[in-house]
């Protein structure tokens, strides 16, 4: 698998740079669709872009929508809350991603993406990158309409990733809806409350670090979830179902489950290679094969 095209130039870096010489940084700035990025970026004379108001913005400062908008890509270096308070959007097409995490030198970013909506509309690559080090969270958010991959995770450095309450909605061509790939540095994730539906490959697959699921749904996709390399996926309270496989774990990988629903799927739990074990108390009906989970995977001492 490769890593995905990353549109991080140094024109950009420069650009971000110039537009903050000279310019007094504010805490909370705002983005308006009747913004301009020549403006403040204050609220009462918001930013056109979030890339605008993100050059005008203190570290661990916040940008918020103010109002309806398309708020164009941005990649982001620096620790900040962007809020699209259920307003604001991204759309963007060809490779590439709506949003770009990583940070300027060595300093770790804390980066917050909250209620916000990001489209490929049909056509562009990715929807969120993290190649950076330190902590992203994504909380109520939409990414839907991508080619390739809704969020990717590059373990190039120590990340931390936590999403809730999040859709991710692939169309016909995305085909990872969350993906860690294998890199140098531990990650740690978690997704709680959070649908990934109609992907061509997996909806969640891992190939390092350490993966807490609760509360989610996958389904519609070839694979729900999928454990690889030197990756462990602990799957909670969730529904994986009306997927060809719903659990595969290749060697190296490792899967627990605990209190799920897995129906209706065209293999339930896949001997892929890898381990895959159990408490017991997962609930599995109407697949055509691996149902129910084997019972030599059913083992309250055996969770790894």
């Known amino acids: ?131 950076g080090k330190g902590n992203l969270t994504i909380d109520n958010c939409r990414i839907e309409n991508f080619t390739a991959i809704g969020f990717e995770a590059v373990s190039n450095a120590a990340e931390n990733v936590v999403v809730t309450n999040t859709v991710i909605v692939g169309g016909k061509l995305g085909s990872y809806g969350f993906l860690i790939y294998l890199g140098s540095g531990p990650v740690q994730a978690s997704l709680d409350h959070v649908t990934i539906q109609g992907v061509a490959e997996a909806a969640v697959m891992s190939e390092s670090g350490i993966l807490e699921i609760s509360n989610s749904v996958f389904t519609q996709s070839y694979y729900a979830v999928v454990a690889n390399t030197s990756s462990t996926i602990s799957v909670e309270s969730s529904m994986l179902t009306l997927n060809t496989i719903a659990v595969c774990s290749y060697t190296g990988g490792k899967i627990r489950l605990e209190n799920n629903d897995i129906f209706d799927n065209g293999t339930g739990v896949d001997n892929c290679g890898g381990q895959v074990k159990t408490n017991g108390n997962n609930r599995d009906s109407g697949n055509t094969s691996g149902n129910p989970i084997p019972a030599a995977d059913v083992s309250a001492t055996a969770l790894f």
């Open 1 to 131: 698998m490769k890593i995905r095209n990353v549109l991080l130039t140094s024109a950009a870096v420069l650009f971000c740079k110039a537009s903050m010489s000279g310019t007094t940084l504010l805490s909370h700035t705002w983005v308006s669709g009747s913004g301009s990025d020549t403006n403040a970026c204050s609220f009462a004379s918001p930013c056109a872009t979030f890339t605008g108001a993100l050059g005008k913005t203190a570290a661990d400062g916040i940008i918020s929508a103010k109002d309806t908008g398309d708020f164009g890509t941005v990649i982001i270096t620096q620790s900040v809350t962007i809020d699209g308070a259920n307003m604001g959007s991204i759309g963007f097409g060809g490779a590439g991603q709506g949003i770009y995490v990583s940070q300027s030198g060595s300093t770790p970013v804390s980066v917050i993406l909250r209620n916000l909506t990001v489209n490929g509309q049909g056509t562009g690559s990715n929807g969120i990158y993290f190649a």
